[in-house]
């Protein structure tokens, strides 16, 4: 039989606020243990917590990015549930007035993932085992998160990933999160079923928790239909449960049954009034959100004549598109711009294994080869290899060529004189191409470059040549 796969993704984003979403400790990644907290976010008794106008505010603003509707009058709820990260013994987060609803993100060929929802709640604290005894750190406790919880419309694990992707550039455009998986501010949890093709009725799922990589997402997703398929074939059938994803042994193994809204004893949160959400807020983020990925490839198809693929390929990633859009601006080349970075530059990311993101060259030093080489006043080869010093060692292109004398030499009167001694030295050449020999050129442009250093554009030096054997 054939089985259609069914995926939903929760994704935890980490908000760029500088503060905690219930007081005003600090957020800053790698600060030593336990230095970022208060009475508030380890939730001793007779605290009360302070909404951060920045969260709600940033959840307007991934709402609207998101296509979503926007909640006017939202609440916090408590789920509650013991462990020991969780010093309150309850976690601050929304459950039935979620602050943004009903959105979408397009992927490629026109699908739409549907948002369910998103929501507004406090991140817990990170527990570290050490052989026998576990230590705690309380400072991620109350970091604000936002929780993007699509409708299961994902059918496959590239549809997973690319969705993970784009939520992640949007976020990124947006100045919500930096989204960096390695440090944990982004996570997902993927849930997974598997129904025979044609049914209209969805398998049981499972989910899988805290994935941070998006080959770690893609990897779930096919293992787990993989493994429920199976189980289905033999006349067996898949348990709702949560399980844990180990993707160095590419293997999910169960952790527990699956929790319910029920169990968390989910009430209104007593201490934080309802929020109302103004027209006049969401007015002004809307009028500040940024040009959003999707837009952003029409503009470059259309305006700026690049190809679908040069686009999309561009957008892949935030830092492609800040590098082209200041090149195209320096060289009002975009196919120029475009070709450099999905040609030079993508061929070291690659070999060097370097991610986008970690490129640490001066930016504008693209730019500067480009122009240099359609001024002519480089060789290509030059602009290659120049290119290759930028990358590796960030030279400064017009300060390098300066010092190591690679500028052609496009002072017309040294390569006249350089011509005039090649066509005198050579008649029999000079005779040949008269006779009709287009051949016979070649060696008189090799000559004159050769006696040039190399330094002059092939090019000019044709033309030199053409019209002094004319005037002959
Ligand atoms: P819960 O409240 O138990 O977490 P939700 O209805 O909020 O359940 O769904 C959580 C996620 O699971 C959503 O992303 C949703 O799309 C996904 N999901 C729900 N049912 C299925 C299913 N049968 N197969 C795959 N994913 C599913
Ligand atoms: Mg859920
Ligand atoms: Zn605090």
Redesign the pocket.
Known sequence: MNYKT?????IHTELLTETKIFCSCKTDFGAPPNTQCCEVCTGLPGTLPHVNKRVVEFAVRCGLALNCKITRITKFDRKNYFYPDLPKAYQISQLYLPICTDGYVEISGGKRIRI?ELHMEEDAGKLFHDGKRTLIDYNRCGVPLLEI?????INSADEAAEFARQLRDILRFCGISDCKMQEGSLRA?V???V?PEGADK????T?MKNINSFSAIQNAVNAEAKRQRELLESGQSVALETRRWDDRENTSYPMRK?E??QHYKYFPEPDIPPIEISDELIESIKNTLPELPSAKKARYTGELGLSEYDADVICTDMAYIELFELTTSITSSPKDSANWIMGELMHHLSVTGTLPEEMSFRKESLAEIINLLSDNRITRETAKSLFEKVFFDNVIPEEYIKENDLFLQNNSKEIASAVREVLEANPKAVGEYLDGKEKAIGFLIGQSMKKLGGKASPNEVTKTIKEMIKDN
């Open positions: 069914v995926c939903g993704l929760e369910k919880v699509t409708e299961p419309d949890d849930n997974v079923s129904m969805l398998g049981t799922r989910e699956k319910e809204a």
